[in-house]
C-alpha cells in the first residue's frame, strides 16, 4: 500500500506564500514523476508543476515565476513553495506520483501507474 499525504494548505492573503508538501510512504523502490495538481469546483484538475526523477521539471504558465517545485527522491518528497499568490490560485491542490514501483509483501515488484493525494485546501483572500 502507497499513501501520498499533503500537508501545508491553509488560507492568505493576496501576495503572500504557503508551502505545501507531499510524502510518500510505502515499500517504495523507485518513483519516476511527483508533481502538483489543482482543483477549482466546477473545473478540471490541471497540472500545477511536476518533477521527474532525473530533475527535469515543468510547469504551468500560471505557476512559472511564482511557484517553485522542489523533491526529495531519497525521501519520497515534494514541495511546492507558492509566493505572489493571488485570488485566482485559489483551489485543491493533489499532489501527484506517476510510475512507482513498489516491494509487495510476497517481495516482488509492483508499479502503479498513477497515485494522488487527498487534496489540500488553499485559499486566497483578503
Given at each position: 500500500q502507497v499513501?501520498?499525504v ?23 523502490i523507485?518513483?519516476d514523476?511527483?508533481g502538483w495538481y ?12 511536476f ?14 515565476g ?12 515534494v514541495?511546492?513553495?507558492?509566493n ?6 485559489t483551489?485543491?491542490?493533489y499532489?501527484?506520483a506517476?510510475?512507482v ?5 510476497s ?10 493525494g ?9
Amino acid at each position: 500500500q502507497v499513501q501520498l499525504v499533503e500537508s501545508g494548505g491553509g488560507s492568505v492573503q493576496p501576495g503572500g506564500s504557503l508551502r505545501l508538501s507531499c510524502a510518500a510512504s510505502g515499500s517504495i523502490i523507485s518513483i519516476d514523476v511527483m508533481g502538483w495538481y489543482r482543483q477549482d469546483p466546477g473545473k478540471q484538475r490541471e497540472l500545477v508543476a511536476f518533477m521527474s526523477s532525473g530533475g527535469r521539471t515543468n510547469y504551468a504558465d500560471s505557476a512559472k515565476g511564482r511557484f517553485t517545485i522542489s523533491r526529495d527522491s531519497a525521501k519520497n518528497t515534494v514541495d511546492l513553495e507558492m509566493n505572489s499568490l493571488n485570488p485566482e490560485d485559489t483551489a485543491v491542490y493533489y499532489c501527484n506520483a506517476k510510475r512507482v514501483t513498489i516491494t509487495t509483501s510476497s517481495g516482488s515488484r509492483h508499479r502503479y501507474i498513477e497515485l494522488w493525494g487527498q487534496g489540500t485546501l488553499v485559499t486566497v483572500s483578503s
